[in-house]
């Protein structure tokens, strides 16, 4: 195999657990691992972690391809016209041109590791970022969420209570 010219080389990358550029977003938080020239733009890497009971971004499509992993909890995936839970250890994949969406309609954090094909993905960020942080709270939470109201606080310090 002929050797790599030396224009073409790129630096590997090792990330801690946790490092990478971060997007907090309200409920919702991005983590890339990778994108632009790490990858030559052939990919983009990223973290999604979602609070319970929290919406994605809507149904939506782009040319790329959206490979998610579910690292922990379970994620619900609008693909191919339905909506499916994918718990940890699923592999979802939404090929271009298809309209998806994620949320997570679980009482535990959820997150899933996205691998976006081709990349330059995280330009985009700030914009997608600044529109989930303008989103209301009760814009943000999935339509099976508890009404907090409900709950009635002498109970919950009752238990309490019971547990300490």
Not at 34 to 47: C, F, K, L, N, V
Request: charged content about 25%; glycine content about 10%.
């Amino acid at each position: 195999m002929p050797p790599v010219p030396s224009e073409k080389k790129r630096t590997p990358i090792h990330l801690p657990p946790g490092a990478g550029r971060a997007y907090a977003m309200g409920p919702l938080h991005a983590v890339f691992k990778a994108d632009g020239d790490e990858t030559r733009g052939r990919y983009s890497i990223s973290e999604w972690w979602i609070e319970p009971y929290t919406r994605g971004p809507g149904a939506h499509t782009h040319e790329e391809d959206d490979v998610f992993f579910v690292l922990e909890g379970t994620m619900s995936f609008f693909v191919g016209g339905a909506w499916i839970d994918a718990p940890k250890g699923s592999l979802v994949i939404a090929p271009g041109g298809t309209a998806h969406d994620f949320e997570n309609r679980t009482a535990e954090r959820a997150g899933a590791l996205n691998l976006s094909v081709p990349g330059d993905f995280e330009p985009n960020m700030e914009g997608i970022a600044e529109w989930f942080r303008a989103r209301s709270a009760a814009e943000s939470r999935t339509e099976n969420a508890p009404d907090s109201q409900s709950v009635d606080p002498d109970s919950r310090d009752a238990r309490s209570k019971e547990r300490g």
